[in-house]
């Protein structure tokens, strides 16, 4: 059975830094897309970065742009999420994506097809 599991997430003040980091067990991902997407309390989930299967190409919300790198280790088969000068704003559950079939709109969570459980950010002020 594929999963993908998120790790990384805690508590943190404003100004710091967390490296968030999905594994996969069960495929490979190295042909796919993936995501990182959040989602705060009462909010919906919104899309954070997208990094194509061959990790050539990146994509970010403006809200996290030149604070948060994407990065992928194909023969890890993992996938990071870099975040520095965390913010309040940025607390939410973080989530791992895959799109599994090619061509999807990389910010749209309809385009993933699996998930994570999540992990909590939880930045303080």
């Known amino acids: 059975q594929v999963q993908l599991v998120e790790s990384g997430g805690g508590l943190v003040q404003a100004g710091g830094s967390l490296r968030l980091s999905c594994a996969a067990s069960?495929?490979?991902?190295?042909?796919?897309?993936m995501g990182w997407f959040r989602q705060a309390p009462g909010k919906e989930r919104e899309f954070v970065a997208a990094i194509r299967w061959s990790g050539t190409n990146t994509y970010y919300a403006d809200s996290v742009k030149g604070r948060f790198t994407i990065s992928r280790d194909n023969a890890e088969n993992t996938v990071a999420l870099h975040m520095n000068s965390l913010n309040p704003e940025d607390t939410a559950v973080y989530y791992c994506a895959a799109q599994l079939l090619a061509g999807g709109i990389y910010y749209a969570k309809e385009s993933y097809h699996l998930w994570g459980p999540g992990t909590q950010v939880t930045v303080s002020s």
């Open positions: 069960g495929r490979t991902l190295s042909s796919y897309d």
